[in-house]
């Protein structure tokens, strides 16, 4: 007989935490991409994707945020009234919905004056407080200016706190946790390329040090931002050697994707059916790149697996729907069948 938690089913006073908690819903679905945005499948190359954004709060930051929420020390909750963190994305959404569960009232956002409107009023639906700081948009995290300084001096206020997760051992344990563990349970030493994202470098550190230690010859790939470009989410290209977490201890290689590309992959997948972001569409468009330099200078074969097969893995991290307005402002129109008016006769 299945239990309730088998039927998805969450009862009782603490139901919607239950619910909440990473892991509640158990582990998130690995899919293997067709041949449509694999067009390696001939040289037995696989692409599977982990929907990590399958979660509650539909995010990957969701893992952090609760991580971090989760090992602040009993004694220090008790006199905690308020969060403050830098930013203006999926972190500070899912504090805004964690904190409650943990006894603090306010979550405030330091968020910079080019947000959209769309986004503050997102965070907003889900109770944030804004603040708007006109710092620099992207600080290096140990900078005496901008958002993240700016939220660790508010946050050694009296019952203020912050969490910095710049620097927050938590950031990277949660992706050590869910998704290195989950992804090695789901796919195994069959892995032979983990791509992620560098947005803190807590998601590739995390699981990347997960899946080195269980199979140290897994390639690590990072993506990060191309000079000129803007994606949500990670940092640019020169930006992320300026972190808090080592994410360089357990990569691989870096490969910097350019705006378009990242956009144009999560359509491609958009249309498949699997609603994803640009941060997405940036580790498949490195992927493609890895694997035609890989082709062209005839070392595919070093990525064979025991199979004989290259198994990929990329990250769902969060959905399109934050960006939809990017879509439009980064695609060219072709992209997008225009709409009509339709005459009284109903001709088409």
């Known amino acids: 007989m299945l239990s309730d938690r088998d039927k ?26 067709p041949d449509s945005v694999n067009p390696y499948n001939g040289d037995q190359v696989r692409i599977f994707i982990k929907m990590v954004q399958f979660m509650p709060l539909f995010n990957i930051k969701a893992l952090p945020a609760y991580n971090m929420l989760a090992n602040i020390r009993p004694e220090d909750l008790d006199e905690i009234t308020d969060l403050i963190e830098y930013s203006s994305g999926n972190t500070v959404l899912s504090l805004a919905v964690f904190a409650q569960y943990f006894g603090i009232p306010n979550m405030h956002a330091i968020i910079t004056p080019d947000v959209p409107a769309s986004k503050k009023r997102l965070l907003q639906l889900v109770g944030a407080h804004l603040l708007i700081s006109h710092g620099p948009a992207s600080p290096d995290v140990f900078a005496q200016e901008g958002g993240i300084w700016e939220a660790k001096n508010i946050g050694q206020k009296k019952s203020w706190h912050n969490l910095n997760q710049y620097i927050n051992e938590e950031n990277k344990n949660a992706s050590y946790k869910y998704i290195g563990k989950e992804i090695w349970d789901q796919i195994g030493d069959d892995l032979s390329i983990f791509v992620a994202s560098i947005g803190t470098g807590g998601t590739i550190y995390g699981s990347g040090s997960f899946l080195k230690q269980q199979h140290p010859n897994v390639f690590i790939l990072g993506t990060a931002i191309q000079k000129g470009s803007s994606i949500p989410g990670p940092r640019g290209e ?13 990569t691989d290689e870096v490969i910097s994707i350019n705006a378009y590309n990242a956009f144009y992959y999560s359509l491609q997948l958009i249309r498949l059916g699997l609603f994803v972001g640009p941060s997405t569409g940036m580790q498949l468009a490195a992927l493609h790149q890895k694997i035609d330099m890989l082709k062209e200078n005839n070392q595919l074969d070093t990525f064979r697996n025991q199979r004989g097969q290259i198994v990929c893995s990329i990250i769902g991290c ?25 005459d009284p006769a109903n001709n088409l």
């Open 8 to 33: 998805k089913i969450y009862a009782g006073k603490d139901a919607v935490h239950s619910f909440l908690k990473p892991a509640g819903v158990g582990f998130s679905p690995v899919i293997e991409l």
């Open 238 to 250: 020169v930006m992320i050697h300026k972190l808090g977490i080592p994410w360089e201890k357990v």
């Open 318 to 342: 969060d959905t399109m729907f934050p960006y939809i307005d990017d879509y439009f402002e980064v695609l060219d129109d072709q992209h997008f069948h225009p709409a009509r008016d339709m």
